[in-house]
């Protein structure tokens, strides 16, 4: 694959997922919300929610800006791997 066609298949990736990660953040508020009925060290899992979402957008956005399209990419993916915890302790409990 060339080199644009990376880069453009990059950007249309990033985009796609940047507004889903936005709409996650309303559902996030709502979970939020609840989590403290739960337990305190649930409701402080939950509320590190938004810290992934930032540090993931950044860092996605300076690899991609840096022509690493690879890395872009996987950075991308690193909020999921916050609903795979988060599945695997509600299964826990």
Do not use: H, Q
Not at 52 to 62: C, H, L, P, Q, T
Not at 81 to 91: E, F, Q, R
């Amino acid at each position: 694959m060339d080199k644009t066609m990376a880069r453009r298949l990059t950007l249309i990736w990033l985009l796609m997922s940047e507004a889903v990660l936005v709409c996650s953040l309303l559902l996030w508020y709502i979970g939020f919300v609840f989590s403290f009925e739960i337990g305190w060290m649930f409701a402080a899992f939950v509320g590190s929610y938004p810290i992934f979402v930032i540090i993931s957008a950044v860092m996605g956005w300076r690899a991609f800006k840096r022509t690493v399209y690879r890395k872009s990419l996987l950075w991308s993916l690193f909020p999921f791997v916050w609903y795979i915890i988060l599945n695997i302790l509600l299964w826990i409990e």
